[in-house]
């Protein structure tokens, strides 16, 4: 069965500076990895995702994530974080074959002015 | 742009009483799901359903629980008789292939059982 830590429950940074939320995955076979991010009063949306190839992905409003397998880590990461990236954020991962996303409890990241 | 969305976005119950939630999936989507949040516990999988039949499910999804798609645009998740412990948020989900691709997410349906 697979299960996802995200280490941090509550990630506070000022604008401008870097943040990088951490995932960790288990699981014995080969896995999905996804970030998904809710912003207050919506729905989880898919941030970035990696299925196979590039090991580094990246979303269209910065953020990036690196896939490593002998960590099994799936850590996201922003250079430079804006107020608007305000949000909670959610590592999750499935196995080929199945439908199942399997979800971490979650990392509010709050950016202060 | 389009979007899944859910009603009511807030239901309160009396535990034993029945429950319906409904979704309308993304039009040209042909993968629907349901996750379930309790509060300040992860985002748990519920069911898949394609091709108007389930295709997983999960241990939760017990005969207490079911799921429809009516009419060809609402995905109902009918909970029989409601319990405490299915207090939550409930979020529908689609997906236009089979859904690991992309899943969009409705905001989601709280659900209150007193």
């Known amino acids: 069965a697979q299960s996802v830590t995200q280490l941090d429950s509550q990630v506070p940074v000022f604008e401008e500076a870097p943040v990088e939320l951490r995932c960790n995955y288990s699981?014995?076979?080969?896995?999905?990895l996804f970030w998904y991010v809710q912003y207050p009063n919506q729905g989880l949306q898919l941030l970035l995702k990696y299925l196979s190839g590039s090991t580094l992905v990246e979303s269209i409003n910065g953020f990036e994530a690196e896939f490593n397998k002998s960590q099994t880590s799936f850590h996201l990461r922003k250079p430079s974080v804006h107020i608007s990236d305000t949000a909670e954020y959610f590592c999750?991962?499935?196995?080929?074959?199945?439908?199942?996303?399997?979800f971490g409890k979650g990392t509010k990241l709050t950016v202060n002015p | 742009e389009p979007e899944v969305t859910q009603t009511p976005s807030h239901q309160v119950t009396q535990m034993g009483q029945e429950v319906i939630l409904r979704c309308v999936p993304i039009s040209n989507h042909l993968y629907f799901y349901w996750y379930r949040q309790i509060l300040g516990q992860k985002v748990e999988f519920l069911v898949s359903?394609?091709?108007?039949?389930?295709?997983?499910k999960s241990e939760i999804f017990d005969d207490q629980f079911s799921v429809e798609r009516p009419d060809g645009s609402n995905f109902t998740l009918k909970i029989r008789s409601t319990k405490l412990e299915d207090s939550a948020m409930y979020f529908c989900?689609?997906?236009?292939?089979?859904?690991?691709?992309?899943?969009?997410f409705g905001e989601g349906s709280r659900l209150t059982v007193l």
């Open positions: 699981s014995s076979v080969s896995v999905y």
């Open positions: 999750a991962v499935s196995r080929s074959g199945s439908e199942k996303l399997v």
């Open positions: 359903f394609y091709n108007n039949e389930i295709s997983e």
């Open positions: 989900a689609s997906s236009i292939v089979t859904g690991l691709r992309e899943l969009f």
